[in-house]
């Protein structure tokens, strides 16, 4: 038999894997640097579990990978692809990403900028396939 | 006055737990945290797919493009070829961003011999370096484009219309339906949480916890019509209910009582509360004989009663019966225009009817005292002396005289 305790939890865990972006706490760099690194270590799959509106979030874009948005390209329903398009077209938004993959990028050391690489071909690859994002 | 200071040595009953006890019980924590957290995602991973079933995941424009070839198109390593490209060929960021776009356009449009002047038209470049541009592109991309946008393929939709309709619902009985598939009593048939009390937190509304409830209140084992309205309509779960929910706990009840035949969509293994009427209707009745006799269970403990229901032939004069042993006139009519005793065991060929006017039947069945004549035309009977009587009124039209 399930326990207060234990729906709780299943609460929690649903909601941190549906949406990230509202499961760590105040609205901060530090709650945006654990949104991203959530998002960057789930499997394709998971990505897509995140609820679209998740999609407009930079902290979530910022922690896309490249098979991420290739899964997303091929499996992803219009709402999402929209949510992504509506980010993007947004300057400070963009901006808000790449800063958040600067933090990352701090985290490894050795000026490393190998996660603003991947948020700018990310952006790119949106960008080169727009025929597939745009509705 | 004595103070009593607690012995800070007494341990009041308490076993101080050991560091290797709590190591091994966070392990044990984060293991089950983790074994909950699959579980949950399969969970919400089936829902997703389930929801998005139907999604439009492409524009209509490329409904006509054979899916391996937006799938190979849309490899995250053109992106980095196009880099490569751009930087090598000096292209510059314009140029750079409008290459996957034409690109796109040859492909889709199929324009494999055109490429060079749609690249050199849609870069501004001269011949020479749009045809070095669609070299390398035909070697990385189009080339292979090319290859998999002539195999033949069928348009996304119609694939999916095609996996609707694979989709198998089976007739099952609502008992075996619960062993045959487990996952049916997870399925949610209401929206609000449900209030347990064996259960001190709102539990999901799925159909084991409904029946759960309905065991609560109604009691268990089966129950009659009236225990069930009672509880879709009395108990502080049901009460809320709107009209459709109502009726699908309504179902699910009656099937769990009558353990009645429930139809279940195999792929999704949950019970199609739409299709059950229809179902009823026109699966399970063909294979029904035809009502000849039916067994009614007299609940009120009379016993079992056996009623013959006749079974239905056309009406016509013939059989035309008034359900009281009483003889109306026109069961009496009927009889003597058509009855004839019937000495043979072989039927008798009815006679082809033929037509009569209506008017002549009136006129042989009534009495003469009734019938209207011209007056100009008189006939025999309106007079019983005979027209020809010296103190009868003549008549000339409609002119009575009544001088002679």
Partial sequence: ?????????????????????????????????????????????????????????????????ERHIEHIANYAPKEYKKEIIDLLSNIAEVEDIFRIAKLLDEDLGNNSTKNQERVKNIIQYVKDNKIVFEF | MAVIYPDENYNYGFQPQKADDLAYGLENEKKAVAEATEEIKKD??????????????????????????????????????????????????????????IVWEIVIGKNWRDAEQIIAGGLGLDGKKAGTIADFLFANILDQAKILSEKPFVPRRRIAAEEKTETKLIAVRFSQSLKQYPSLGEQLITSGPLRLRVFPAPARPSIKNWIADYHENAGAGSHGVIDRGNYLFHTENTRRLTDGERQRVGYIIKALDEDAVVTINQEKGEIVFQANEFRKRTVNEPNRPPAKMETVNNESGAGNQKRESAVREPITEENLKFSSPHTFPAEKRSEKAVFQPRTESRPVPRPAPSFQPFARTIQSSRPNLYRITPINQPGPETSPRGNNSKNDPKTKGNVVDLRN
């Fill in chain 1, 1 to 65: 038999m399930m326990t207060r305790d234990s729906i709780e939890l299943k609460f929690d865990i649903s909601g941190k894997i549906e949406m990230p972006h509202l499961s760590y706490g105040k609205v901060g760099s530090a709650s945006k640097h654990a949104i991203a690194s959530d998002v960057l270590a789930r499997k394709n799959e998971d990505v897509l579990l995140i609820n679209s509106t998740g999609f407009n979030v930079c902290s979530v874009f910022a922690g896309l990978a």
């Fill in chain 2, 44 to 101: 919400l991973l089936a829902r997703w797919k389930k929801r998005y079933a139907d999604a439009e995941i492409f524009p209509p424009k490329l409904a006509g493009t054979n899916p391996e070839v937006v799938e190979f198109m849309l490899s995250f390593k053109h992106t980095l070829f196009y880099n490569k490209l751009a930087g090598n060929l000096g292209l510059d960021r314009n140029q750079r961003d409008n290459l996957p776009q």
